[in-house]
């Protein structure tokens, strides 16, 4: 019997993540302390005995809803498995023989059908182990009361039907459950490269229309028969500066620097803009925080070398700015896009 594991939580198959299951959990509770209450032992001992059994059994069904994993881990499966022969073994140590109702020995059930969901949670072998050791516990109890082992298995074999049933739910169930959760992960991976390639594809259109827009004025100026003056050999180095900025520093690549870079770059300024993409995750106020940084910057420089750089991620400065004109100075940030120290 198989319990190799399945892509996803077999819980999710079954529902035990919803309110009904919580409700199924609450229903085993409240029907074994009913059970409990109806066949009280006489002695306020054996009560609290009983007691602790319905609290371990109680507690084992709320682990079951609750613990992940598919398999369940085995660190919980051993606490549900142990759980309902040790209730057994506590009633049966104290209730009277012979006994008055099969209800009295309660645990017998509660362990088939804990012993069942381990089944289904793919903890087959465990299942059949506390359900031998309960019926084992009370073939034992029998034969010391003098009523012969034939008795004691006589009340508790049945307790192997659910357990039985839940087997067979393993090899016929839980092979379909692996092929649905391979299915629902192949279908989330195609969804993500859907999503990827229309990102992809929504870039690439965005780019070229941002080149249709700077560049073609100028490519259709340059098919004229008219001659190339100066002042359009100089647009035509701010254009190819404006595309050079969009593809080394995306996260400056904004109308607010474009337009600071371009009125500097006329005015004889050099600038350079670079981006080792440590802010793409940035917040969109650090964003907007170092954009203000870097056109106050450029509006600011007279003449000389400006070089602004977005740090690689994991640096306790985030960006530089340089400015050079006699002497370099240099103005560092932090990841909140604000100036930590100036330089020179």
Not at 83 to 94: E, H, Y
Not at 248 to 274: F, M, N, Q, S
Not at 303 to 311: A, D, I, S
């Amino acid at each position: 019997m198989s319990t190799q594991p399945i892509v996803g939580d077999v819980r999710e198959l079954l529902g035990l993540r919803t309110p009904a299951a919580r409700l199924l959990v609450g229903w085993f509770v409240l029907t074994y302390l009913v059970v409990f209450a109806v066949t009280p032992p006489a002695d306020p001992a054996a009560t609290a005995v009983e007691a602790l059994a319905w609290l371990l059994v109680s507690a084992a069904a709320y682990t079951f809803i609750r613990a992940p994993g598919d398999p369940l881990p085995l660190r919980w499966t051993w606490l549900i498995a142990v759980a309902g022969p040790i209730a057994s073994t506590l009633v049966l140590a104290v209730i009277p023989y012979p006994i008055d109702t099969f209800l009295q020995t309660w645990p017998l059930s509660a362990t088939a059908a804990l012993s069942a969901y381990l089944a289904v949670r793919g903890r087959v072998w465990w299942g059949w182990a506390s359900t031998s050791s309960a019926v084992g516990a009370c073939i034992g109890w029998a034969v010391l009361s003098g009523q012969g082992a034939g008795y004691g298995a006589q009340i508790s074999l049945i307790n192997f039907a659910p357990l039985i049933m839940a087997s067979f739910f393993v090899l016929t169930i839980r092979p379909a459950a692996r092929e649905i959760f391979e299915l629902r992960r192949r279908a989330t991976e195609a969804a993500a490269a859907g999503a990827a390639q229309a990102a992809v594809l929504e870039e690439r259109d965005r780019q070229l229309a941002r080149l249709d827009e700077r560049a073609r004025p100028m490519l259709e100026r340059l098919t004229d028969e008219t001659p190339v003056a100066a002042r359009d050999r100089l647009q035509c180095a701010l254009v190819e500066a404006q595309l050079r900025d969009s593809l080394r520093a995306p996260i400056l690549d904004v109308p607010a620097v474009a337009d600071a870079a371009g009125e500097a770059r006329t005015r004889g300024v050099d600038v350079v803009l670079l981006d080792d993409h440590g802010l793409d995750g940035a917040p969109r106020e650090v964003r907007e925080r170092i954009v203000d940084a870097v056109v106050t910057a450029i509006e600011d420089m007279p003449e000389g070398v400006l070089t602004v750089r977005v740090l690689p991620p994991g640096r306790d400065v985030a960006m530089t700015i340089v400015r050079t004109v006699d002497q370099p100075v240099r103005s560092e940030f932090n990841s909140d896009g604000r100036l930590v120290t100036t330089v020179g």
